[in-house]
Each structure stands twice: as structure tokens, then as C-alpha cells.
């Protein structure tokens, strides 16, 4: 099958793990071609790493070659690069989330249906073992039927944002740059939320950064979201569950990703990797490992662009689909509107939750199966 020519808008430290995983074939489907980045020299470094050519966003958008654009730039930039290459007839992968205001990802999502393009928003850990293992026991029935599920992350955002400073300004924080890990796993296997209702809090408005070798290093900074969330979810499906985030917190990161059911427990490893271990737990009995049922347990950066390609040339809609992405994209904006104005969020936006990817496929030089078969 003729592979997809991608090239990548934004050459910051995620690239990296996305064209070595595209260029050394791990991806039969794509074939990365070019690469962009405000920082010229930065995109000359990895076109030159990866055997790339070097490009504008101009000249990308205007290289008929070039079917699909990997997005991987910060999130103030996600609207304006989505927007011109979607315009331009191009594909679009994107880091997420998809926009930074709530309007700016509804505009996407209808100009993507508008022109009839592939718009698949990250993550894509949801694609890989440890969620689909997940996915794989509540699908079984191995849990019985699934009656609550609860979310959780705490890490030091002071350090993080100290050298990643977009982490401290609007559309980022731990709410959209972590929640989406957690909220993606979740709808991936439990479906659409239906309302929700939320409380935030942001401590110590005003910082200095004291990282030594940081770029705004003894300068002044404040934080423009909350740094403390917490929520309670209603899915459409009937599930309840709770969502904990709290960036403020000691460095070490702690995680937790629970689905209850009426005969059993599924315990997931951190979303934000691919092949974490998933333990099941069942009545007079302790957690219990549960082998892995899918591939891609290594880091797979890329592998929702890659799925988005297949589904191109399959013509059929991407598991990581932009109504997904969008609806996730909302739960997150309807946690602060629900946190501001003291009120439930009802959503406005569903989507029809992705099947499984096939089972039994090992991935990383051990296959059982075709990519083709296994990402269809």
C-alpha cells in the first residue's frame, strides 16, 4: 500500500521519539519527508538527524506530496498551524489538545468535515497495551458491568514549567496538558460523559523561577491555571467517576486509573506510556497480572498518526478520532466553567467510541500479524 509522506510543524523535544519512530520503520505506513520549526536551526538539526528536508510551514503546505502534517508544536500554536494546513488539503496529527479556546477546536472540527480530512488529535497511549488490556477485560465482561471509575495525578509543575514555560499559561496546567492522558483512557473504553461537576483552585498566584540554566531564570512568573482539580463525571453510559489532579505537589509522580465493575476491578498503568502493567482484581482475591492482550508496549509516539493513515487509505474514521478529542477538550473546559461559575456542566458534544484494536499483535519486530491487520 503507498505510504503517507508526513512532515512535522515543531521540532521541540517530543519530536524526537516521533520521527525515530517513523524514520526506523516502526510505522510501515508513513514516511516522514520534512520537517518545520519557528527555531530554523532546531528544524535544520533534525532534518539533518532524521535525513529530512528542512521546510517552512508555507512550503509544506504548499508541497502536493505531502498528504499528512504531524503537529507537534505548544498549544498556543495548535488553532493557527491545524487551521492552515487543513486549508492547504493536508491531513493533520496533532499533540494535543486540539485548540487552546473552546470556540477555536469547534472551528476545526467542522473545517476538517468541511473539506473531508483525516483530523486525529493525541494522545495515542490510549492505542497502545496497557489501555486496550484494559479495554480488552471491561469488553469481555471480565469485571462484570462497569459501575464507577477514578482518575489521578499529582506531579511538581514549579520544576516542569520552570523550563517548559508555556506548562504555567492558559491552555496548558496540569488540566490540559495531563488531563487528556487520563480522560482519553477513559472515554476510549467507557464512552461519552454526559455532565459533570468540578471545583479548582490556583496556589500561589505569583512565583520566581530558580532553576539555574531555565530561560527566565530569577524573573517573575504566575500562573495563569489551576494547579489543584478536582471533578465528578456522569458518563452516558451510567458510570460515575472522579477525576483528582494536583500539580503542586512533590516531584515523584504518582498515578492511578480505575475502572469498578459489579465483578471485578481493572487497575491500569499510567496513561501517559504505552505497556505500564494492568492488573484485575476479583471478589476473595488479591490484584492478580493480567498478561498483556495488545501490542505497542514500548513508546509509540506516533502510532495514532500512524492508525490515521491506515484509516486514510481505508477510508473509515481514526480511533483517535477529533470528535473524541474535541469531546475530551470539553470536559476540560466544562471542569473550569463548572469551577468558576459553581454549577453542573452538561456536554454539548458526544462521539462514538473507538473499537479495539485487534488483539495479538506484538509489535516492535515480533509480529504475529500484518500492521495492516493489526491497526484496521
Known amino acids: 500500500m503507498k505510504k503517507v509522506k508526513v512532515a512535522v510543524i515543531g521540532c521541540g523535544s517530543i519530536s524526537d521519539i516521533y520521527l525515530t519512530n517513523i524514520t526506523s520503520g516502526k510505522f510501515q505506513i508513513l514516511e516522514a519527508v520534512a520537517c518545520s520549526d519557528i527555531n530554523t536551526a532546531r528544524a535544520q538539526q533534525s532534518a539533518e538527524k532524521f535525513g529530512i528536508k528542512a521546510m517552512t510551514v508555507d512550503e509544506i503546505c504548499a508541497d502536493p506530496s505531502i498528504e499528512m502534517v ?17 486549508e492547504a488539503g493536508k491531513h493533520v496529527w496533532s499533540e494535543k489538545m486540539i ?89 476510549s473504553i467507557l464512552g461519552p460523559v454526559k455532565k459533570l461537576a468540578a471545583f479548582t483552585k490556583i496556589n500561589d498566584e505569583k512565583r520566581v523561577n530558580t532553576r539555574v540554566g531555565a530561560p527566565d531564570f ?41 475502572i469498578y465493575g459489579t465483578e471485578g476491578i481493572v487497575y491500569m498503568g499510567n496513561p501517559n506510556e504505552f505497556g505500564n502493567p494492568v492488573y484485575i482484581q476479583k471478589t476473595n482475591s488479591e490484584k492478580v497480572l493480567f498478561p498483556l492482550t495488545h501490542g505497542y508496549d514500548q513508546n509509540s509516539r506516533g502510532l495514532g498518526a500512524a492508525e490515521m493513515a491506515w484509516s486514510i487509505r481505508a477510508k473509515r474514521n481514526n480511533r483517535a478520532s477529533k470528535e473524541m478529542a474535541y469531546h475530551v477538550f ?23 467510541t473507538p473499537k479495539a484494536l485487534p488483539e495479538g499483535y506484538i509489535g516492535d519486530g515480533g509480529w504475529t500479524r500484518k500492521e495492516e491487520s493489526a491497526l484496521i
Open 70 to 86: 504531524i503537529n507537534l508544536t505548544i498549544p498556543a500554536a495548535h488553532y493557527p498551524v491545524i487551521k492552515q494546513c487543513l
Open 218 to 258: 530569577e524573573k517573575k512568573y504566575k500562573l495563569e491555571v489551576p494547579n489543584v482539580i478536582t471533578a465528578s463525571l456522569e458518563y452516558e453510559n451510567g458510570v460515575l467517576g472522579t477525576l483528582h489532579m494536583n500539580s503542586d505537589c512533590i516531584l515523584d509522580e504518582t498515578y492511578s486509573l480505575i
Open 330 to 352: 470539553e470536559m476540560m473546559h466544562g471542569i473550569m466553567i463548572s469551577a468558576d461559575e459553581g454549577k453542573v456542566y452538561n456536554m454539548k458534544s458526544t462521539f462514538e
Open 99 to 187: 485548540a487552546v479556546e473552546l470556540k477555536e477546536g469547534q472551528e476545526l472540527v467542522k473545517l476538517a468535515n468541511k473539506k473531508g480530512l483525516w483530523l486525529g488529535v493525541a494522545p495515542d497511549t490510549f492505542l497502545g497495551a496497557s489501555v486496550q488490556t484494559a479495554k480488552y477485560i471491561v469488553d469481555h465482561g471480565l469485571i462484570g458491568k462497569p459501575v464507577s471509575a477514578h482518575a489521578a495525578i499529582s506531579r511538581n509543575y514549579g520544576i516542569y514549567g520552570e523550563f517548559l514555560t508555556h506548562l504555567w499559561k492558559k491552555g496548558a496546567g496540569i488540566g490540559f496538558d495531563m488531563g487528556g492522558y487520563y480522560l482519553t483512557a477513559l472515554a
